[in-house]
Every structure is written in C-alpha cells, then in structure tokens.
C-alpha cells in the first residue's frame, strides 16, 4: 500500500473522499504528506494538527491511517467481522 493506491483502498470501506487528503494539508480532513522523506498523519481541523504520527516509510504511514480510518469504519457499523461459517 503507498500514497497511490489507499484513496482506492479506503473508498472499498466506505471512507468518503472527501475525509481524506493526500500529499496537502486541508480542513477537516485526515492528511498523509510526505515532509522531506518523513511521511506525516494527522487531523487537521481551523489550521491545526491533531492525533499526529510520524514515520519514515510511506508503506507504514499509509498502514497506518488505512488502520485508523478501518476502526471507524467498524464503530460505525459500515465494515465488521464477517459472520461464522456452519
């Protein structure tokens, strides 16, 4: 997974374009942007960052929110476990 292929990835869940933006900041959104080789992921909301990570791969850091975004996705009861098999 890379900066490329998550939009695609978290739209199969469910995850609305709009609450994401890749390589720039903007409101309201979670961001992934690469800082001279350090990948950050954060909350921005009125010019301000929250629930901000760090990382230096772009593989970890689009793992990383893909997981962040999937747990919402199952507290909203979008995506869950799949149901047992008889």
Partial sequence: MNSESIVGLLAA????????????????????VDDAGDWEVFWREQGNRYDWARFDNEQVACHYLFGRLTWSQVVRGVVGVLPEKV
């Avoid at 869940?13 to 992934?32: F, H, K, M, Q, R």
């Fill in 13 to 32: 869940i469910g995850v609305p374009a709009d609450v994401v933006s890749i390589g720039a900041e903007a409101d309201n959104t979670w961001c992934l």
